[in-house]
């Protein structure tokens, strides 16, 4: 989070910790109602979880943030769905 908030701004920091947090309680919720035993193997696959689910964000708000400067004046949806 405090990579994200010196990189980009406090409240993407905030929306990446909170996607993380979504990814792992979706993970979790589906293991246990699976009823999936816990092993090293299932922990690192949590983790490799999570450093996709930061490299993404990293990248999705890095394009938001270059079409905020090229499309000054647009609304968020607009930039956010750009190509």
Same mark, same amino acid.
């Given at each position: 989070?405090?990579?994200?908030?010196?990189?980009?701004?406090?409240?993407?920091?905030?929306?990446? *910790? %909170?996607?993380l947090?979504?990814? #792992?309680?979706?993970?979790?919720?589906?293991? $246990?109602?699976?009823? +999936?035993?816990?092993?090293?193997? *299932? %922990?690192?696959?949590?983790?490799? #979880?999570?450093?996709?689910?930061?490299?993404? $964000?990293i990248?999705? +708000?890095?394009?938001?943030?270059?079409?905020?400067?090229?499309?000054?004046?647009?609304?968020?949806?607009?930039?956010?769905? $750009?190509?």
């Amino acid at each position: 989070m405090a990579f994200l908030w010196f990189r980009f701004e406090l409240v993407f920091g905030v929306a990446a *910790v %909170v996607a993380l947090i979504h990814d #792992l309680i979706i993970t979790l919720g589906l293991m $246990t109602l699976m009823r +999936f035993e816990v092993s090293l193997d *299932v %922990v690192s696959a949590l983790l490799i #979880l999570l450093g996709f689910s930061v490299n993404d $964000t990293i990248v999705i +708000f890095d394009r938001i943030r270059e079409n905020s400067h090229t499309m000054f004046g647009s609304s968020f949806k607009t930039i956010c769905t $750009t190509p």
